[in-house]
């Protein structure tokens, strides 16, 4: 009888350490899907705040260009000088304009909030 007791009490706790398992698997699956959404969101959030930098530098350059042209050939020089400045300024912003259609694709795939308005960054680039 002892046997059977043995082989019982092991049937028991397998079947009792099943649920355990399954539910210990369910709880990493859902640990690890909530680590990519996570990730997911962190690269949406770094889009945002460069597509936002990139909008305010152009806007700030743009707000920049003075309409005077200059009074005499001092000031023309001077200015001249200030736009040779400005547009070497703008080169690094100009990589960081290019890329930004490219990451906004891959943000598309990765966003599941539908936080990443494709209209409102083909209006920022169409300014």
Same mark, same amino acid.
């Given at each position: ?12 706790l ?5 649920p355990?398992?399954? #539910?210990?698997?369910?709880?990493? %699956?859902?640990? +690890?899907a909530?680590?990519?959404? &996570?990730?997911?969101?962190?690269? /949406? ?7 936002e ?24 020089l #001077?200015?001249q000088?200030?736009? %040779?400045?400005? +547009?070497?300024?703008?080169?690094? &912003?100009?990589?960081?304009?290019? /890329?930004?259609p490219f990451?906004c ?20 680039w169409?300014?």
């Open positions: 009888m002892p046997a059977i007791f043995h082989v019982l009490h092991c049937q028991y397998h079947f009792s350490i099943f355990f398992r399954q #539910s210990w698997s369910t709880l990493l %699956e859902h640990v +690890e909530r680590e990519q959404k &996570l990730a997911g969101a962190g690269e /949406i959030h770094r889009f945002n705040r460069d597509v930098d990139a909008l305010s530098r152009i806007q700030e350059k743009y707000a920049s260009i003075p309409e005077d042209l200059g009074r005499d050939t001092k000031a023309v #001077s200015y000088k200030k736009h %040779e400045g400005f +547009e070497n300024e703008l080169v690094a &912003l100009e990589a960081q304009v290019f /890329i930004t990451a694709s891959k943000m598309i795939k990765i966003d599941v909030t539908g936080s990443v308005n494709i209209q409102y960054v083909q209006y920022c169409s300014i």
